[in-house]
């Protein structure tokens, strides 16, 4: 008989930022490396329907999945190191659910009932919960409840965990709180208190960990572990350390080593099947610590106050370093303090420029002045998006002597409008989730760079746009030496640019980070990286 279907439910306490993606990524990386099928997913509780509309400064990078969802960036890391595509129901917030709710409300689901967060909210958040357990695709999922106990936006998400323990039984749905034990360095202690309070709070809403994961500087001992075990009603060994480590990728080890898979599935009654086989884990980690080599990259871009804004870009050129034996370093730089006075000194010392994707026109300048020095000086170039929209620019600009081009979302007048908006992008009204958004075939030019980096011609990628490559200029690109060397097959919209004559431009409309992980790091950056290596400055 097909075994049904269990459920891991990952709290959080004391406060913000310990890791929860990360915790529920390893353990299920360890639970697929047992012969799992798992699946993780995230629950957030902000009345944003998706994060497609947050600033990045706000919230990061917003992922976006094969199916187009504009999800948050913990979906990045479930992906990179599940090497599993994701999907829309990976990531439901509090205003999908209430949308749900408004909408089935309207339709006269509810008739003659007062609508209410108790059962109403609460049976839709159940609903979803259960969505991608109920395909029968998964043995066991892993749901993240973004946030933090107590916060009062969250409270529906630990009563609609409460009810589907209940229903589930214990044996097939257990919670996980993450939680720190912060140390007081003037009392040379570790204080387990805010944990105690954090579980209390759980506890008053009917909610008792089975598995707390303390995020803490120093190692727990034994008396520590007990304590914790003892006031917050758990057993010693659901006692588990969480320390501070060198890398998110180091997280799986240490999780293994702490028996979290064994004591999940022991709690879960599943078998504990093989040991995980983490092999190819471990020689990507051994090269990500012990690199030969060491290229530096200049990231040009306009969030650079905020490193996760350019977290899967980050993440691709770890996976690309390891993939090369080498060291990435990356370092960022503001688009708008990039001028033609300065370029060459900010940028003379890099062996490869990376132009970030982005939206609208601050910074733009600058953008364009990295580009046109890493094209006259043969610097290996990559750009996204945006990126790859400004190398157009420049080089209209530049080499076509169009001294007006520019994209028709930065200048409305521009007689050149050589980035447009894409004709089915006219008519939206609506901000959110109405983008060009997610994979999309590409028909790559035989003979090409691009050809040469994925090692075929038909490739698909994900994408987050509203405007394209302008083809009523391509003819006058190619004559002088740009060249469009990956289309949409159906649409003709112009995926990739290279430069030929360079030794390494490429610009690319879609978003390739989005697909590199650990197993299968992205060809393009691991090509980007390895010929940054061959020519390297210093
Ligand atoms: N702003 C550009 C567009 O909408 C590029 C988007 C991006 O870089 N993700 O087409």
Redesign the pocket.
């Known amino acids: 008989m097909e075994q049904k279907c269990k459920y891991v439910f990952v709290t959080g306490g004391v406060t913000s930022s310990l890791g929860k993606g990360i915790i529920s990524a390893s353990l299920a990386k360890l639970l697929q490396a047992r012969g799992y099928r798992v699946t993780i997913q995230k629950f957030d509780p902000y009345i944003n329907v998706d994060p497609g509309t947050l600033n990045p400064y706000e919230h990061g990078e917003c992922y976006v999945t094969e199916d187009g969802a504009e999800t948050d960036l913990d979906l990045g890391h479930y992906e990179r190191f599940l090497n599993v595509p994701t999907s829309q129901a990976n990531n439901v917030t509090t205003g999908r659910i209430y949308q749900t709710v408004i909408e089935n409300e309207r339709r006269g689901d509810y008739l003659g009932k007062t609508v209410q967060v108790v059962p109403h909210i609460t049976d839709e958040i159940k609903r979803r919960m259960k969505l991608l357990g109920d395909t029968g695709n998964f043995d066991i999922v892993i749901t993240e409840i973004g946030g933090t106990v107590g916060d009062i936006e969250s409270l529906p998400f630990i009563e609609a965990v409460r009810q589907l323990q209940w229903e589930l039984g214990e044996d097939d749905a257990i919670v996980i709180h993450l939680t720190l034990i912060p140390y007081l360095s003037a009392a040379g202690e570790l204080k387990t208190k805010p944990t105690q309070h954090s579980v209390r709070f759980l506890l008053e809403s009917g909610v008792k960990p089975d598995i707390l994961v303390c995020r803490t500087e120093h190692n727990l001992n034994a008396d520590i572990r007990r304590k914790v075990a003892l006031f917050c009603n758990v057993n010693v060994n659901a006692v588990i350390e969480s320390i501070d480590v060198e890398t998110i990728y180091d997280v799986p080890l240490v999780m293994l080593k702490e028996k979290l898979d064994k004591v999940v599935l022991a709690k879960l009654k599943l078998a504990a099947k093989q040991e995980p086989d983490l092999e190819q884990w471990r020689e990507f980690l051994q090269n990500v610590k012990h690199p030969k080599n060491e290229v530096n990259i200049a990231l040009v871009g306009k969030y650079v106050e905020l490193p996760d804004a350019y977290k899967s870009i980050n993440e691709a050129f770890i996976h690309a370093g390891a993939a090369n034996e080498c060291r990435v370093k990356v370092k960022y730089f503001h688009s708008e303090l990039i001028t033609p006075e300065n370029v060459n000194d900010k940028l003379k010392n890099y062996d490869g420029i990376l132009v970030a994707?982005?939206?609208g026109g601050r910074g733009i300048d600058g953008k364009l002045e990295a580009i046109k020095y890493a094209r006259e000086n043969n610097v290996p170039f990559f750009g996204i998006?945006?990126g790859m929209?400004c190398s157009v620019i420049e080089y209209a600009r530049n080499v076509l002597d169009l001294k007006d081009a520019h994209s028709s979302?930065m200048s409305e007048i521009t007689k050149n409008p050589v980035i447009d908006m894409m004709v089915e992008q006219k008519k939206v009204t609506q901000k959110g989730g109405t983008?060009r958004l997610g994979a999309y075939e590409c028909a790559i030019v035989k003979g090409s760079l691009a050809s040469k980096i994925y090692g075929k011609t038909k490739i698909t990628e994900r994408h987050?746009?509203?405007?394209e490559f302008n083809n009523k200029y391509t003819a006058a690109f190619e004559k002088s030496g740009m060249m469009i060397t990956g289309v949409n097959p159906e649409t003709g919209l112009a995926e990739i640019v290279e430069l030929p004559k360079h030794p390494f431009f490429i610009g690319v409309q879609f978003h390739p980070e989005l697909k590199s992980t650990v197993e299968n790091p992205h060809p393009i950056f691991v090509k980007f990286i390895k010929k940054a290596l061959e020519l390297k400055v210093l």
């Open positions: 994707p982005g939206f998006c945006l929209q979302e983008m987050r746009h509203r405007y």
